[in-house]
């Protein structure tokens, strides 16, 4: 059994304690076959959070420094948990060390910048993946499994959204996300990526698109501290930041299959704690799929009877092998930790196997020039071709 051993870089965030959890648990759910992981360096530039990392992983040394990460010979797999901006300057030093890379997405602040990433990767023959752990929940295998068996014929129409209110509040303090230095794409780069991952894996490469950025509220209150999720109350002596990156989007896409699609997505839906959806239509049939009822495809089909037709529900449960290892029954939600700990457990056997999974850095590349022509579209109000 080979053991992979990872540097978690960005430890103390959401996503740094959320991969570690993953390297941790998911032997003891999809068995240890295929490789197992040992969490070695937490990279965490604030010595406050060292405390509360040794509970969580005792075993690990703690760091403050990435390139110390990089430089160690007895790490095999950088895990990059980092702010967007960094992400590029990161991912390059550990692929030129000859390091598996593991990112979070958005996998660079520019399609340029992805290209060069992955053709590296190619170069040093060195496993990579990107972090889009949505289309990993083994509801979205059984789309995929349907549409490659053209159960629902071509593909014609695309329609999808992502909407969360963090920001649907005027008064809801800055924060990193909302810095055009460190996240140059904004909501287009955090959410719209989500997005973009499944039209990758469910349809296929986009053409062409043009795209509508906009900003809501342009500037807010500056709360030092406060960490995603968390509130504060105002006391009106706040200094006040402007927001540099977009709030939302909306785009029309036309897919290399032919495929026209409509999607928006946005941090500013008040009321929408979480929304993502997706339908897709075809010749003689169509899916339908929302995150409220996370394990659950909607299929219509056309060979059903006339008179009889009409969308039926379908719970993935334990005839899907990756559903089962973590319970027996349908209907029993698999969530997000759920798809990071299946996300890092895949990570691990394309390492101990030499065998990459969707999504590499090779796929990060596509969407990473989808995010850019959003940006280009809306600054200069047209369509753009993508290459």
Same mark, same amino acid.
């Given at each position: 059994?080979?053991?992979?051993?990872? +540097?978690?870089?960005?430890?103390?965030?959401?996503?740094?304690?959320?991969?570690?959890?993953?390297?941790?648990?998911?032997?003891?759910?999809?068995?240890?076959?295929?490789?197992?992981?040992?969490?070695?360096?937490?990279?965490?530039?604030?010595? #406050?959070?060292?405390?509360?990392?040794?509970?969580?992983?005792?075993?690990?040394?703690?760091?403050?420094?990435?390139?110390?990460?990089?430089?160690?010979?007895?790490?095999?797999?950088?895990?990059?948990?980092?702010?967007?901006?960094?992400?590029?300057?990161?991912?390059?030093?550990?692929?030129?060390?000859?390091?598996?890379?593991?990112?979070?997405?958005?996998?660079?602040?520019?399609?340029?910048?992805?290209?060069?990433?992955?053709?590296?990767?190619?170069?040093?023959?060195?496993?990579?993946?990107?972090?889009?752990?949505?289309?990993?929940?083994?509801?979205?295998?059984?789309?995929?499994?349907?549409?490659?068996?053209?159960?629902?014929?071509?593909?014609?129409?695309?329609?999808?959204?992502?909407?969360? #209110?963090?920001?649907?509040?005027?008064?809801?303090?800055?924060?990193?996300?909302?810095?055009?230095?460190?996240?140059?794409?904004?909501?287009?780069?955090?959410?719209?990526?989500?997005?973009?991952?499944?039209?990758?894996?469910?349809?296929?490469?986009?053409?062409?698109?043009?795209?509508?950025?906009?900003?809501?509220?342009?500037?807010?209150?500056?709360?030092?501290?406060?960490?995603?999720?968390?509130?504060?109350?105002?006391?009106?002596?706040?200094?006040? +930041?402007?927001?540099?990156?977009?709030?939302?989007?909306?785009?029309?896409?036309?897919?290399?299959?032919? +495929?026209?699609?409509?999607?928006?997505?946005?941090?500013?839906?008040?009321?929408?704690?979480?929304?993502?959806?997706?339908?897709?239509?075809?010749?003689?049939?169509?899916?339908?799929?929302?995150?409220?009822?996370?394990?659950?495809?909607?299929?219509?089909?056309?060979?059903?009877?006339?008179?009889?037709?009409?969308?039926?529900?379908?719970?993935?449960?334990?005839?899907?092998?990756?559903?089962?290892?973590?319970?027996?029954?349908?209907?029993?939600?698999?969530?997000?930790?759920?798809?990071?700990?299946?996300?890092?457990?895949?990570?691990?056997?394309?390492?101990?196997?030499?065998?990459?999974?969707?999504?590499?850095?090779?796929?990060?590349?596509?969407?990473?020039?989808?995010?850019?022509?959003?940006?280009?579209?809306?600054?200069?109000?047209?369509?753009?071709?993508?290459?």
């Amino acid at each position: 059994m080979q053991k992979v051993r990872a +540097a978690v870089l960005g430890a103390s965030g959401w996503m740094g304690k959320v991969h570690t959890m993953a390297y941790q648990t998911f032997p003891h759910f999809l068995g240890s076959e295929n490789g197992t992981a040992e969490v070695k360096i937490l990279v965490e530039a604030n010595p #406050d959070a060292a405390a509360d990392l040794a509970q969580r992983a005792p075993e690990a040394r703690i760091v403050q420094d990435w390139k110390e990460a990089i430089a160690d010979p007895e790490i095999d797999l950088i895990d990059i948990c980092l702010p967007d901006s960094l992400h590029y300057e990161v991912a390059k030093a550990a692929l030129l060390a000859g390091k598996h890379v593991y990112c979070e997405k958005p996998l660079a602040d520019t399609a340029a910048e992805a290209r060069e990433l992955a053709d590296i990767a190619k170069e040093k023959g060195v496993i990579t993946r990107v972090g889009h752990a949505f289309p990993r929940n083994p509801v979205h295998d059984l789309a995929k499994e349907i549409i490659d068996a053209g159960e629902i014929g071509e593909i014609k129409l695309f329609k999808a959204c992502q909407h969360i #209110d963090m920001y649907g509040d005027p008064l809801t303090p800055y924060m990193w996300r909302a810095n055009g230095e460190l996240a140059p794409t904004g909501i287009i780069g955090d959410t719209g990526s989500h997005v973009f991952s499944f039209m990758e894996f469910l349809v296929g490469p986009v053409a062409k698109l043009v795209a509508d950025n906009f900003i809501v509220t342009p500037k807010r209150p500056v709360v030092d501290g406060l960490a995603y999720g968390e509130t504060a109350e105002l006391t009106g002596d706040e200094d006040w +930041a402007d927001i540099t990156n977009p709030d939302g989007t909306n785009l029309m896409v036309q897919f290399a299959n032919g +495929a026209r699609g409509l999607v928006d997505f946005s941090r500013v839906a008040t009321g929408r704690k979480f929304m993502q959806t997706y339908e897709i239509y075809g010749t003689k049939g169509s899916l339908a799929y929302t995150y409220d009822e996370v394990n659950r495809l909607r299929f219509y089909s056309n060979d059903d009877k006339i008179g009889r037709r009409g969308y039926r529900e379908i719970d993935v449960g334990p005839e899907n092998e990756t559903f089962r290892a973590f319970l027996p029954l349908p209907n029993f939600a698999l969530g997000y930790n759920e798809s990071k700990i299946i996300e890092a457990a895949e990570v691990v056997k394309s390492i101990v196997t030499n065998t990459p999974a969707w999504p590499t850095f090779e796929n990060g590349h596509h969407i990473c020039q989808i995010v850019d022509a959003c940006m280009t579209s809306s600054d200069t109000q047209s369509w753009v071709d993508i290459a």
